[in-house]
C-alpha cells in the first residue's frame, strides 16, 4: 500500500515506462453519503500497486502521469467520473473491457464472468460491499483489490487480438472514445425532482407529496450523519410509509431513535396539511415529435440493425438501442450526435 509521497514518486517513473495500465478504483458510497475515493489500484508491470488517496498523499503527479498513457478499465464511467472528480484527471486514452466484450459479442461481462472465460480463474465476491475506508486494509479486502486490475492488461491484450481478426478495432476505438467524452458530461439529478424514486410515479398527488416530504427528511437526515440514505430509511419503507399516512393509518418506526421518529413525524405532517395546489404533480410526459411515416421508419431502422447484428453476432443495442432508433426516425439529423460512425455505417446513415 503506497501511502506517502517518497512512496509515490518511485513509483512514478515506473508507470511511465509504460504504455498501458490497468486502472480500478474503490469508493465508500455504500457506507457514506459524501462518496470519497478509497482506492486506487494499479497493474502495469506484472505486478499489483494500491495507492491510498486517503493517506496524507499528494496525487496530482500520479493522476498526470495516468493521464498520458492507455488506461485500461472495466466498465470506465465510474471511475473516470470519480477520478476526475476527486483530482480533475482527464484521460486521454482508454481501453474499455467491457465495451470489448460487446463487441466481440460476448453475452457475458462482468469483471468475474471475463476472467472466468479467458483465464479460467473463478474470483472471490466477498468484498464487492465492503468499507473502502476501512484502515488498516484486511489481507482479504487487499487482495480482491489487487485482482481487480491484476488479469486487465492480458484480458486487453487477448481481447485486442480477437477484435483484429475480426477487423473491429476501430469501431472499438471509436466507442472507446465517445464513452470517455461521455465521462466529461455532468449528470446530476434535479434536486426538485430527486425524490421520484421508483414505485412513486403510480402515487395520488396528496400520497407524493407525503413522500417528497419524507424523502427530503430522511436527506436531511444521512447528510447529517453522513451515512447513506438507506441507512436512514429504505426505499420501499418510505413508500409504504407515504401510503399509510395519505390513508390517515398510523404509522410507527420503532427501530427509530425518538429525535429521528419525531422529525419522521413532523416531516408527513407538514406534507398532509398542504393544499392540494401544492401537491407535486407528475411530470409532463416528453412526447417524441412524430414525424410522417415515423413509425416505419423506425421499424426500417430496427429491420436494418438486427439484420447486422444477426451477421456479426453482436448485441442488437449494441448497435443502437430503440430510444436512438426513434430519435433518428424522428430527426435524422441527430444521427452523428447519437451515433459513432462504424453504428451508422451498419444502418446505412
Known amino acids: 500500500m503506497i501511502t506517502t509521497n517518497e512512496q509515490l514518486a518511485e513509483l512514478i517513473p515506473r508507470i511511465q515506462g509504460f504504455d498501458r495500465v490497468a486502472v480500478d478504483t474503490e469508493a465508500d458510497s455504500l457506507h457514506c453519503y459524501f462518496e470519497k475515493l478509497c482506492l486506487i489500484q494499479l497493474t502495469f508491470d506484472g505486478n499489483d500497486h494500491l495507492i491510498d488517496p486517503l493517506a496524507p498523499i499528494d496525487l496530482q503527479p500520479l493522476c498526470s502521469a495516468l493521464a498520458d498513457r492507455e488506461m485500461v478499465l472495466q466498465g470506465m464511467d465510474f471511475d473516470l467520473r470519480l477520478l476526475r472528480r476527486t483530482y480533475n484527471l482527464a484521460a486521454r486514452e482508454v481501453f474499455d473491457t467491457v465495451i470489448a466484450a460487446r463487441m466481440l459479442g460476448l453475452q457475458e461481462f462482468s469483471y468475474a464472468a471475463l476472467v472466468q472465460k479467458y483465464f479460467d480463474v473463478t474470483l472471490a465476491k466477498g468484498s464487492q460491499k465492503a468499507n473502502w475506508a476501512r484502515r488498516p486494509l484486511p489481507p482479504a ?17 487477448k481481447m485486442e487480438e480477437q477484435m483484429k481478426a475480426l477487423g473491429r478495432m476501430e469501431w472499438f476505438r471509436q466507442s472507446c472514445r465517445r464513452a470517455l467524452e461521455q465521462t466529461s458530461v455532468s449528470r446530476e439529478r434535479d434536486p426538485d425532482e430527486a425524490w421520484r424514486i421508483a414505485g412513486s410515479g403510480t402515487l395520488p398527488p396528496r400520497t407524493n407529496a407525503v413522500l417528497r416530504a419524507l424523502w427530503q427528511w430522511r436527506d436531511r437526515e ?3 450523519a453522513d451515512r447513506p440514505s438507506f441507512h436512514v430509511l429504505q426505499n420501499s419503507a418510505m413508500l409504504e410509509a407515504a401510503k399509510e399516512f395519505a390513508e390517515g393509518r398510523p404509522v410507527e418506526f420503532r ?16 406534507a398532509l396539511e398542504l393544499p392540494e395546489s401544492a401537491w407535486p404533480q407528475r411530470p409532463a410526459r416528453v412526447s417524441r415529435t412524430r414525424t410522417p411515416g415515423f413509425d416505419k421508419k423506425v421499424e426500417e431502422l430496427r429491420r436494418r440493425r438486427d439484420h447486422r447484428a444477426k451477421e456479426l453476432a453482436i448485441e442488437p443495442s449494441f448497435i443502437a438501442p430503440r430510444s436512438t432508433l426513434e430519435g433518428i426516425a424522428a430527426d435524422p ?3 452523428e450526435t447519437l451515433l459513432v460512425s462504424w453504428q451508422r455505417e451498419l444502418l446505412g446513415l
Open 333 to 335: 439529423s441527430r444521427s
Open 222 to 224: 444521512a447528510r447529517q
Open 255 to 270: 427501530h427509530m431513535s425518538e429525535r429521528r421518529r419525531k422529525g419522521f413525524l413532523a416531516a408527513a405532517q407538514s
Open 141 to 157: 479486502m487487499e487482495e480482491y483489490a489487487k485482482n481487480d486490475t491484476h488479469f486487465l492488461l492480458p484480458l486487453a491484450a
